[in-house]
Structure formats: structure tokens, C-alpha cells
């Protein structure tokens, strides 16, 4: 098969700072699928510059096949009209398929689009004939377009046969052993150093019993001597053959202070309507009970934070009305992140209520940990000021949390990471979200928005969803000794 692009050990590095990435090798062949997945700030972005000639790696070679023709559609997309971000991001896309390439480059696309376009773009990938490199966060998209995936983390590249889904089992099955591992050395280097302090308390107890008159006692402390330096000697040996294994990094998983107490319902929406921009909605009633989940869906444009906003008591509707009782506690998590740039994380989330133990639990499990935990808010990235803005409505004991967006700019561990929190989050949840998985995770009323229609309890189709990730799970390699069936999605 025709190797498309084809690159030996490349690293690359700006000036004055640590490489990005070394020795980065792969081939992309002809009518490949494949998904580039990593944390935020691992060089993603940068490699695929380096891949359509835009930078030039600082060591290694990448060879491309005569003729290569190529199509790209980046992050930042701007047409001269009022459409919003999500139509001018489908619209850009749907441009750059439809000339035909050997390979189309894709970063981040999923940004902003609502579910329908989503769909519709997983579609279009799947009928593309040209290869596909599509640089993604997004698991439900990457699991229907991938037939390899690659992960660069840790400066390094990892390229894995299957989907986002396989990377994540086989990760998880890496990080069980890579413990199990750890636990079984250390319990030999304890067993090591057992047997070495009781030679040690043996040739003590021989000198001790040199101390009297007996020539004899002497010559068996010396002997005890060098038994003891001999036995050391091998079990220092026996240690260093027990090295303890490296451990996965810590993962993001979000940690929150149980809330109060709240009252049944903590909201109720009556005939609401909102009008703002090419938003119109109307007939909105609902309620929210203690510790349930009311999504928000629905097209670009269709008014998702606009009435989330409404709901929270941000603005007033223009027509019916939003009761919540003065008892519940609300924190707020907007689309746009903190943008403070002299505050540290500890300091936001003191700021926010809690305690300096409390914050510096909220901001580990947020993933901001040693220099990160430290810098200031303004110098993070987007993903790690969206996991701290997550860690401050957290931080605030809220019994009603309104999140508006919030996996944009998380990495795909992070969003995992959202997913088990907004499951066992002891609160009440309002969340506008074009994320299925995400979605799927809150397993609640899901409200589908139209301009100029009374919303309707529908948008994602959850049971049809969970089947999707239920068959996705069961593909994915499993750990051994484990069950054989994927647990369902809950």
C-alpha cells in the first residue's frame, strides 16, 4: 500500500524550551483512518504543522509521496457573516471535503458543532475517499472514524490499532498492572530489607557476646561479620534486579465536597419564554428536583445558553417565570473560562469557599499539580482553566450547578473524568451540551431546543446511544481475569 507521509525519529522544540516532542516515527498509508489524540499543550496541533510543511522539525526526517495532494481545515475559521461559530465550523469543513485529496487534516472539528452536524460529519468522513487524520478530543466522533490511533503524550508518539475507545481500555489495563507490578516489588524490596535488618540485629547480638573473656565469641562475631557483609552484599544485588516500576500519571478525577441538604425540587420553570439574537423560545416549562439532570440540546443558534442563563437567574425571562428556592445554593460555570491572570489555582478556589485543604484537593483532582498548581490562572491552558472553573462551582457546596459547555477545550481524559464526576455528583445539574456522551453520562431529561418551537423532551437519543457505547465497550481489549461483557452504560 502507497505510504502517504512517512517520518523517522522527529522532534521538535521552540526555542529556549523543552522539546515538545523526540523521536516521533510513523507511516500514514494510503486510505488511512486515523484519530491523534493527547493531553492538552503535548504538541498535537504543532505536529500536524510540521506534517503539512507549515514548520520544520528540529531533528528527524518526513518524507511525503510524490504528487501528495492535501486538504486542511484548523482551529480558527472565519467567514464574513453572522452565522454563528458552529455554521461557519460546518460550513468550513464541509468545503474541505468536498474537494477530493489524499489526505484530509482535521483539527479539532467538533468544536462548537451541535450534535446534527456531528453526525453528519462522522457521515461524510466515512464515505471520504482519501486518508483521514483527524485531531480530536471527541471519543464518540474518533470511535466512528479511527482505524488507528495515535496518542502523543510525554513527548513521545504511541500508535495503537483501533479506536479511542481500545486506547482507553488498553491504558486502563496498563495502569492496573503497572500497580499490581509496583505492589508485588514493593513488597520484595520490604522483604529485602527485613532480611538485612535482622543481619544486621544478629551481628550485633555477636559482638555483644564478644564483649566477655571467650576467645571463642570473638572469632564468631568476626565470622558473623562477614556472613552478614556477604549476605548483604547479595541482597543488595536482589534489590537492584527489583526495580519499582513507573506509575501512570495522576489522573484528572474531579473531587467535590458533599453539598447541603436541598429542598425536593431546586427548580421550576413556567411558560418561559426568551427572545435574544435569532434565539426564540418559548412554552419552556420544567422542573428540576433534588440532585437531577435537565440537558440542554439542540442546533447552533438555537438559544442552549441564552436559556441557561434564564434558568440560573442571570437574566430575566421575557415572558413566564423561574423559581428557585432561596435555600438552594447555585454556581455557575460559563462557556468562556477564568481568565484571571495573578491568582493561583489554591487562591481562585479559596476565593470560591474553600478551605486551603479543600482547594488544594479541588485543584489536584482537577489535574493542576506542581508548577501547574502554582502558576497563575492567566498562563494555564484552556483545558486546565476550564477543569478549574469546573473545580470552583464544586468548591462551592452548590446543591444547583448550571455548566454551559463543559467539555470544550478538555482533553479526552478530562472528559472522562467529567463523565464519572456528573455521575455521581451528589447536586442538582443543568447542562447545555452538544457532547452525546457527555449526555449520555447525566442520564436525564434532555430538552431538544428549536427557535420558535416549545422545546421538546428529545435531541440526543439515549437509549440509542448507550447501545453504541455498550458495542463499543465489548470491542474494546479487556484487562485479564476480567468479565468478558462490557458493564452497560448507566
Not at 461557519?88 to 452536524?117: C, G, I, K, Q, Y
Not at 435531541?459 to 470491542?475: T, Y
Amino acid at each position: 500500500m502507497r505510504a502517504l507521509l512517512s517520518a523517522n525519529r522527529l522532534g521538535f522544540s521552540f526555542p529556549a524550551t523543552p522539546p515538545l516532542f523526540t523521536d516521533v516515527s510513523f507511516t500514514v498509508p494510503q486510505g488511512a483512518r486515523i484519530v491523534l489524540v493527547g493531553p492538552n499543550g503535548a504538541g498535537k496541533s504543532t505536529l500536524v504543522r510540521i506534517l503539512l510543511g507549515e514548520l520544520t522539525p528540529t531533528t528527524g526526517r518526513l518524507e511525503q509521496a510524490t504528487g501528495l495532494t492535501w486538504r486542511w481545515s484548523g482551529q480558527r475559521v472565519v467567514h464574513p457573516d453572522a452565522a454563528s461559530g458552529g455554521e461557519r465550523r460546518f460550513r468550513d469543513l464541509m468545503e474541505t471535503l468536498s474537494v477530493s485529496a489524499d489526505l484530509v487534516v482535521l483539527d479539532e472539528p467538533t468544536n462548537h458543532l451541535d450534535f446534527d452536524r456531528t453526525q453528519a460529519l462522522a457521515t461524510r468522513l466515512a464515505s471520504y475517499a482519501g486518508a483521514v487524520l483527524l485531531v480530536t478530543h471527541d471519543r464518540w466522533l474518533g470511535d466512528r472514524v479511527a482505524d488507528t490511533t495515535w496518542l502523543l503524550d510525554h513527548q513521545r508518539l504511541r500508535v495503537l490499532s483501533g479506536t479511542p475507545s481500545h486506547l482507553l481500555a488498553v491504558e486502563a489495563q496498563e495502569a492496573a498492572a503497572a500497580w499490581s507490578h509496583y505492589g508485588e516489588a514493593k513488597k520484595e524490596r520490604q522483604r529485602i530489607a527485613s532480611s538485612m535488618h535482622q543481619l544486621d540485629h544478629f551481628a550485633v547480638k555477636a559482638h555483644q557476646a564478644a564483649g566477655s573473656t571467650m576467645p571463642s565469641a570473638e572469632r564468631r562475631a568476626k565470622q558473623m561479620d562477614k556472613r552478614v557483609t556477604a549476605m548483604k552484599r547479595r541482597l543488595e544485588r536482589e534489590a537492584a534486579r527489583v526495580p519499582l516500576p513507573d506509575l501512570p500519571d495522576a489522573a484528572v478525577r474531579f473531587r467535590f465536597p458533599d453539598p447541603p441538604a436541598s429542598p425536593p425540587t431546586v427548580l421550576r420553570a413556567v411558560d418561559v419564554a426568551v427572545a435574544r439574537g435569532r434565539a426564540r423560545l418559548s412554552g419552556i416549562t420544567a422542573t428540576v428536583p433534588r440532585q437531577g439532570r435537565l440537558v440542554l440540546t439542540g442546533a447552533n443558534g438555537a438559544g442552549k445558553t441564552t436559556l441557561l442563563e434564564v434558568l440560573a437567574g442571570r437574566r430575566p425571562p421575557d415572558h413566564g417565570r423561574v423559581e428557585i428556592p432561596p435555600n438552594v445554593t447555585v454556581a455557575f460555570c460559563p462557556q468562556m473560562p477564568v481568565g484571571e491572570s495573578d491568582r493561583t489555582a489554591a487562591t481562585y478556589l479559596t476565593a470560591r469557599g474553600a478551605t486551603p485543604d479543600e482547594a488544594q484537593r479541588l485543584a489536584v483532582g482537577a489535574g493542576l499539580v506542581g508548577p501547574r498548581l502554582r502558576a497563575p490562572v492567566g498562563q494555564l491552558s484552556g483545558g486546565e482553566r476550564r477543569r478549574l472553573e469546573i473545580a470552583g462551582a464544586l468548591a462551592q457546596r452548590a446543591t444547583l450547578i448550571f455548566l454551559d459547555e463543559p467539555t470544550l477545550d478538555l482533553d479526552f481524559r478530562a472528559r472522562e473524568a467529567l463523565y464519572a464526576m456528573v455521575r455521581a455528583l451528589p447536586a442538582a445539574l443543568v447542562v447545555a451540551t452538544h457532547d452525546p456522551m457527555l449526555a449520555s453520562a447525566l442520564d436525564g431529561t434532555v430538552l431538544s431546543l428549536t427557535p420558535g418551537k416549545a422545546p421538546t423532551e428529545s435531541g440526543v437519543n439515549l437509549d440509542q446511544l448507550k447501545v453504541q457505547l455498550d458495542q463499543a465497550a465489548e470491542a474494546a481489549p479487556k484487562p485479564p481475569g476480567r468479565r468478558r461483557h462490557a458493564p452497560r452504560v448507566k
